[in-house]
């Protein structure tokens, strides 16, 4: 075949086709202008809603997907292409695969329902069952902490959903909760004035709601006093060792007695 032959063969194409291939390209370049308007425009609704950041970008992927989904099959249809059984065959596949990743698509679904719902977000403290530390991410598949001795945790979604969620983070102010054991012999009011005014004096225990100092228990060698200052969030565990040194700094210095278990045997010896 010369170039005469092939010329003629391309110009004929054309003529047949010409049409068609004039709004095969309209109904692309229209498809992909409408489609990233689309996105971009849901993209900044979500985030101007403050949706999470991470799932906005998991809508608009999903999205894209299914309208250049849309699009292929339109361009078929204008070109003539019988997309029935390419649908089928697309239908099945993705049954196949989703029941091949289920356990992934369960902790996609589950991202999705923490990221709404934002039980915690990146940089609160929490306990998640037996896991504790501080959230470094929150992805659509899974968790990731830092322990406080800095080591990483991947928790996968379901995981993080299956179990109780303790956010430390979450409120500005948290209680302190101490117990200090005193003598029975000691004058208990005696200790609950010298503990009230260590965690008064502290400069980072907030005044409202007040510190509650009280006697809480009767063990078996000692009383117990509990004391319950309030702080911010962030000064918890300065406060809780400041108050553990001090108090029991003042203690010794008054000169309470705080026993230790004890065990009093009585030996009864039978006569001979």
């Given at each position: 075949?010369n170039?005469?032959?092939?010329?003629?063969?391309?110009?004929?194409?054309?003529?047949?086709r010409?049409?068609?291939?004039?709004?095969?390209?309209?109904v692309?370049?229209?498809?992909?202008?409408?489609?990233r308007a689309?996105?971009?425009?849901?993209?900044?609704?979500?985030?101007?809603?403050?949706v999470?950041?991470?799932?906005?970008?998991?809508?608009?992927?999903?999205l894209?997907f299914?309208?250049?989904?849309?699009?292929?099959?339109i361009?078929?249809?204008?070109?003539?292409?019988?997309?029935?059984?390419?649908a089928?065959?697309?239908?099945?596949?993705?049954?196949?695969?989703?029941?091949?990743?289920?356990?992934?698509?369960?902790?996609?679904?589950?991202?999705?329902?923490?990221?709404?719902t934002?039980?915690?977000?990146?940089?609160?403290y929490?306990?998640?069952?037996?896991?504790?530390?501080?959230?470094?991410?929150?992805?659509?598949?899974?968790?990731?902490?830092?322990?406080p001795?800095?080591?990483?945790?991947?928790?996968?979604?379901?995981?993080?959903?299956a179990?109780?969620?303790?956010?430390?983070s979450?409120?500005?102010?948290?209680?302190?909760?101490?117990?200090f054991?005193?003598?029975?012999?000691?004058?208990?009011?005696?200790?609950k004035?010298?503990?009230?005014?260590v965690?008064?004096?502290h400069?980072?225990?907030?005044?409202?709601?007040?510190?509650?100092?009280?006697?809480?228990?009767?063990?078996?060698?000692?009383?117990?006093i509990?004391?319950?200052?309030?702080?911010?969030?962030?000064?918890?565990w300065?406060?809780?060792?400041?108050?553990?040194?001090?108090?029991?700094?003042?203690l010794?210095?008054?000169?309470?007695?705080?026993?230790?278990?004890?065990?009093?045997?009585?030996?009864?010896?039978?006569?001979?």
């Amino acid at each position: 075949m010369n170039f005469e032959e092939i010329w003629n063969t391309i110009v004929a194409f054309f003529e047949a086709r010409g049409w068609s291939i004039v709004i095969f390209l309209a109904v692309f370049v229209a498809g992909v202008i409408i489609v990233r308007a689309v996105c971009y425009w849901l993209s900044r609704l979500l985030l101007k809603s403050k949706v999470e950041k991470t799932l906005v970008g998991f809508i608009i992927t999903v999205l894209r997907f299914v309208l250049y989904l849309v699009l292929v099959f339109i361009l078929a249809g204008v070109i003539g292409i019988d997309m029935t059984p390419i649908a089928s065959a697309l239908s099945a596949a993705v049954v196949a695969i989703g029941l091949a990743l289920q356990s992934s698509l369960s902790n996609i679904a589950n991202g999705v329902v923490l990221i709404s719902t934002r039980p915690f977000k990146e940089g609160d403290y929490v306990d998640i069952g037996s896991v504790s530390g501080t959230v470094q991410s929150v992805g659509m598949f899974v968790t990731v902490l830092i322990t406080p001795d800095n080591k990483k945790v991947v928790l996968t979604n379901t995981n993080v959903l299956a179990n109780d969620v303790v956010n430390y983070s979450e409120r500005p102010t948290r209680r302190v909760d101490m117990v200090f054991s005193v003598s029975y012999s000691e004058d208990v009011e005696r200790a609950k004035s010298i503990i009230s005014r260590v965690v008064e004096a502290h400069p980072l225990v907030l005044d409202e709601p007040a510190p509650t100092v009280r006697l809480h228990e009767f063990k078996d060698s000692s009383i117990g006093i509990i004391t319950r200052p309030w702080v911010n969030n962030a000064d918890y565990w300065t406060v809780y060792w400041d108050l553990n040194e001090q108090i029991y700094a003042e203690l010794n210095k008054e000169g309470i007695q705080r026993p230790f278990n004890q065990l009093d045997v009585h030996v009864k010896k039978e006569e001979q």
